[in-house]
DNA sequence: CTTCAAGTACGACTTGCATCGTACCTGAAG
DNA sequence: CTTCAGGTACGATGCAAGTCGTACTTGAAG
């Protein structure tokens, strides 16, 4: 099975702490919402976000949203999956992904 | 009109990103917690939440709540009044004063 | 009035974090 | 093999944020 291959927390082990900070940034929260809002939970490559930053900053963002176990990496040597660990977060914090997606109320800029 | 005498922001206009940074803080998030867990929603003084850091520190925390639209400061004067914006931040995200109950699992041992 | 505790304002210090530059690794395509 | 794009590792930098020291304000108590 293809699951995993760079560790993140266990599902029990998600420290809500972590994820405040993980969701603080904009770029992170826009890469969540992202996710949250895509409901088919499909593996997403890096760059099909579309964040306005190097590509060393995405790095760190998206190691930041794995250790906190938000997200699941996939390593294909040259390339990366991405995938929401929608499962895991809803069984420790049932309702987080719903609040993502009522962010701003009618604006989205992100400024 | 013992209203609040700290201005914060209307119920429509939190912010998420602002909400999501000032949960980040252990010490502020601890204070929300307590606030959150006890469903009298009774105001509180600030001393009675025995944070291990100076009186100027906790000022800056209660602002950084208070501007977050989480809480509203009623000043006295010479005291200070803390009371949590329940129905404003159920309305606006739901469910998460829940999330602050379901933290860690049995400890919450900072540091 | 004076005294005192609670809180704030301002500033300085220190840590954390987002960002990027350079160099290196990986796998696919020629 | 070489080339190239995607990604990472390491280090440096700049800014935001947490913390506290000093001084000031406020209201209550004496």
Redesign the interface.
Known sequence: MAGRNLDGPEA?AL???AV??A??D?HR?SVMTELATDRSDSERGCNSFDLPISKQTQTHHFRVLREAGLIDEIDYGNRKGIRLRRADIEK?????L???G????ADTAPR
């Open positions: 029990d420290d809500l702490g405040f900070r969701l603080a904009e929260r420790r914090f049932p309702g987080l719903a609040l993502l009522a962010g701003p109320p």
